[in-house]
């Protein structure tokens, strides 16, 4: 709608919704200076007691997610109504692209099939919403999400709409990440010295695309 503020502050959406949303006036809200993690959700609630007229939408990654939620708890006793998309891609995505396959290395430690844990975790963000009370529910696709979306707008309580995502780039399928796939650079510096052919590699990729940005502007 017109009067909808999308916010966000971590991951692969700043990126995303710079190149994706075309908001109205005032309608963009976004913690760019240090990609804070944990952000979103107290952001969101203070942005709807700023706007209370706005529609306001939250994007936030599964990691910033567990970082921080409790305002949920909060909004719902006070009865400030945002949605809150939550995408979950089992980790921290971003993170694991750009600072560990983005700069030549190898993943680790950033998705939860990579950690030295005894089980998997299954986070059933949905109940985790609800038991805050909050409306919660998971969109099985895009279409899903829109209409679930749509139907927060009825409600006095924060929304929680959770949507799987997929965490790495898909050649071919056209499930692609923002990051490297859509003509822009993002600029993560890679270590000048390895060992590894990869690396080396990756950091040639760097210089050029640093050289290519530095012409530009």
């Given at each position: ?14 990126g ?18 240090y990609?804070c ?43 400030i ?77 924060p ?59």
């Amino acid at each position: 709608g017109e009067s909808a503020i999308a916010m966000c502050a971590a991951g692969t959406m700043p990126g995303a919704l710079k190149l994706l949303w075309q908001p109205s006036q005032g309608g963009y809200h976004m913690e760019y200076g240090y990609s804070c993690m944990g952000y979103e959700v107290a952001g969101a609630m203070g942005l709807k007691l700023a706007c209370p007229e706005r529609e306001v939408i939250c994007f936030v990654g599964d990691g910033s997610y567990m970082m921080a939620n409790a305002e949920l708890a909060t909004a719902v006793m006070r009865r400030i109504p945002f949605t809150v998309v939550l995408t979950d891609n089992r980790g921290y995505g971003c993170i694991n692209r750009l600072q560990t396959m983005g700069c030549g290395g190898e993943p680790f430690n950033n998705m939860y099939v990579d950690c030295n844990v005894e089980v998997q975790p299954e986070i059933d963000y949905v109940a985790h919403a609800a038991s805050m009370g909050a409306y919660a529910v998971k969109a099985s696709g895009t279409d899903a999400l829109e209409a679930e979306i749509v139907a927060a707008r009825e409600r006095n309580i924060p929304t929680v709409i959770v949507i799987e995502t997929i965490a790495k780039d898909f050649p071919g399928t056209g499930l692609q990440t923002t990051a490297g796939s859509h003509g822009f650079f993002w600029d993560v510096a890679v270590p000048q010295v390895s060992a590894r052919e990869k690396q080396r590699a990756r950091y040639a990729d760097y210089i050029t695309q640093i050289t290519r940005q530095t012409g530009m502007n």
